[in-house]
């Protein structure tokens, strides 16, 4: 809701309280004020000016030569180049030394060797965006009413000179969704009075009854409908005032009629609308739902086909507006009506709605009819646009109104306690200062010992218990006075699970490891449900799926991650490292909830290092993978109970993947996708792993234990090993460590020979031996012993020959 502030002075006094002081005590009270703007910030130097002559430029076609008065000695020669300026025209001119948005500065010119004092200009160059703009004035400079005076301040005849608060409402509080409302607020928050508006209409001696009967046959959706008619109304612009606070609260001026109704809806909340009385074709306004399939082509020019969820206004036979969405092209007024048909009506917000998201048309008068509109406000928006009607647009207003009033509204009277209101707000109010508040907000209110009754107006639907009473003491009390209290009696302090801190470990280590955390869908496809599953069992459907891609749980978190990998990569984002913790879902058969487990799941492609300086660059390749994976099992204590171990895994790289292992117990896997997998998601090397997590997690482990750094020192021995080319040298490596005994701590491959100076079917793999004791320094002697217990157990068990 965009609030004038000049407007809002007519309804409350607003001396001594700028607008940034407003809006601070709106937001302090509740109501979130999100902006202030400034109309005219920066502008200066623009007044009206008079079209005394205009010729065509001698050396431009599209050009004019105009001679303007702008109210000073002698009028100025102005080249123009918009299509519509002509002489008599009461025009914006930015003067010599004036500043425009964007601080653009007029000065002196020569335009094809005509001299230019000035510019005539258009409302977009002063400010006002171009959907907001009158159609006959979107292509080119405005044009003020005659009756204007020349010299004065333009800006200030067209409301610009003004502050516009943007307030940020919850749903619950569509009372402000209008300037009296606004006003019953802000004169709560600041204790002053609200002046409301006093319609004095004079009527003549015709019935409007005689001109129209409205019958309702959808009563619970349109409980009352009040229709009015103005004769002899003559279609123009509306006064220059009225739309400049219609461009300002974001409304676009179209004529006198409908700028009524839409200014009308900006003071009081409750949507109008104007028909062309003798384009109706009948003398009957019957309010029904739809027929399903029947039709309706609305302003928008859109045509539209309806269902019986959608409420009409009809002229007995054909629909002629959609009910509190929009109005029909064949009711609309143009610029020959002389006949007004003004309705004014309360619909249920639910019916609306449904309208409203079925044609997807959100307009100003279907968000406040879902808020809900004040129905004791519905008759006097009525008296209220036929004033201004028979003011603005010379119209005679007949007699009465046709109504159907089978509405019965009775404001909500709740009664509440001092004691209550102290005790849940932690706070030590008066009787007189609660009472008060009430009165500010004019609630009727009365008093009995320290109980409070309050009759809650209906513009306020927002209240309707105790706790509502509560709040509203709370914000005009000021939450900055409610003082800061401890909560009594004894807490337990909040605490993570094992099992949490071990799941905030794990983000906390692949983070710093360079790698993003995605959150996908559980929902996928069918044919990516069971691809990559660690235990594969019947994928789950759902009943009613949002689409085919999104219609069975997941058994993987991978399919998911590399559609994240394939969206980033499309987007240049060529090297990519994503990991993600979330639920796979496994069946229990379908009379029995599925097994929710929580997966740990990661991805990378692309560059691991990049150092342009150097003209380094450095892929990303199973090993990387693998060293992020070991230095989480590291951090969570597990690295020397898990394996690795050569797989073949569907949809992976059938020599580039591994299985886990962790104490004999499958946990995951690891590995680079499968090339032609790569090539259907037009990827590059990808590799992924994935584990569950509840299975690492429940490991025991150890209690940390510090050792000190070794003062003695280690003794380093190397070995080359034969052996077969199917051995792994994961299966040498444990038989290193269990014949190295306590003296060795240290062991791992650093070289892999496959040569011409090889036996065919052998392969030669090197080890690096680390020896020591933390006690003493080592003598040969032990070293050896060890070591050549070492090299027995790996040819025994192995089949390895030292290599020669």
Known sequence: ?????????????????????????ITRSGIEVEGVEVLNEGLKGVVIGHVLEREQHPNADKLNKCLVDIGEENPVQIICGAPNVDKGQKVAVATVGAVLPGNF????????????????????????????????????IFVFPNDVTVGEDALEKLQRDDQILELGLTANRGDCLSMLGVAYEVGAILNREVKLPNPAVRTISEKATDYVQIKVEAKEDNPLYVAKVIKNVTVAPSPLWMQGRLMAAGIRPHNNVVDITNYILLEYGQPLHAFDYDRLGSKEILVRRAKDGEKIVTLDD????????????????????????????????????TTVLLESAYFAGPTVRKASKDHGLRSEASSRFEKGVDPNRVRAAAERAVELLALYAGGEVLDGEAVVDTLNVEPVVISITLEKINRVLGTDISIEEVAGIFTRLQFETTVDNETITVTVPTRRGDITIEEDLIEEVARLYGYDNIPSTLPMGSSTPGYLTTYQQKRRTVRHYLEG????????????????????????????????????????????????????????????????????????????????????????????????????????????????????????????????????????????????????????????????????????????????????????????????????????????????????????????????????????????????????????????????????????????????????????????????????
């Not at 609030?3 to 002081?21: A, F, R």
């Not at 200009?121 to 004035?137: M, N, R, T, V, W």
Request: net charge negative.
């Open 1 to 25: 809701m965009f609030v004038s502030y000049k407007w809002l002075q007519e309804y409350v006094d607003l001396s001594g309280i700028t607008p940034d002081e407003l809006a601070e005590k």
């Open 105 to 140: 500065k007029i000065k002196k010119a020569k335009l094809r060797g005509e001299e230019s004092n000035g510019m005539i200009c258009s409302l977009s160059e002063l400010g006002i965006e171009g959907k907001l703009i009158a159609k006959e004035f979107s292509e080119g």
């Open 302 to 337: 859109a045509e539209r086909t309806l269902t019986a969820d959608h409420l009409v206004i009809t002229n007995g036979s054909e629909p002629v507006a959609l009910a509190g969405v929009m109005g029909g092209a064949n009711s609309e007024v143009k610029a020959d009506t």
């Open 513 to 804: 490891a360079g790698l993003y955390q995605a959150v996908t869908y559980s929902l996928t496809s069918e044919a990516k449900a069971t691809q990559y599953a660690l235990e594969t069992r019947e994928p789950i459907k759902l009943a009613m799926p949002m689409s085919e891609d999104r219609s069975q749980l997941r058994l993987s978190i991978i399919p998911q991650l590399l559609e994240v990998v394939k969206y980033n990569v499309a987007r240049q984002n060529d090297s990519v490292a994503v990991y993600e913790t979330g639920p796979v879902f496994l069946s229990n058969g379908t009379d029995a909830l599925p097994d929710e487990r929580e997966h740990l799941a990661g991805a990378i492609t692309g560059l691991r290092e990049q150092h342009q300086w150097q003209g380094e660059k450095k892929e990303v390749d199973f090993f990387v993978l693998k060293g992020i994976l070991e230095g989480l099992f590291a951090k969570l204590g597990l690295e020397q109970k898990v394996e690795y171990l050569q797989a073949v895994v569907e949809g992976m790289h059938p020599g580039r993947t591994a299985e886990l292992f962790l104490a004999g117990q499958k946990i995951g896997f690891i590995g680079q996708v499968h090339p032609t997998v790569q090539k259907e998601l037009d990827l590059k090397e990808t590799y992924v792993f994935e584990l569950s997590l509840e299975t690492v997690f429940a490991e025991e482990v150890a209690p940390l234990q510090y050792e000190s750094i070794p003062r003695f020192p280690s003794i380093t021995r190397d070995i080359a090993l034969v052996v077969e080319k199917e051995k792994v040298a994961g299966e040498i490596e444990s038989i290193i460590v269990e014949a190295g005994g306590k003296l060795l701590k240290d062991v791992h491959v650093f070289d892999l020979y496959e040569g011409e100076h090889m036996e065919p079917g052998k392969k030669s793999i090197a080890f690096s031996l680390k020896y020591f004791d933390p006690e003493k320094t080592l003598t040969d002697e032990e070293v050896t012993k060890v070591h050549e217990k070492v090299l027995t157990a790996v040819k025994e068990k192995s089949g390895a020959v030292l290599r020669g």
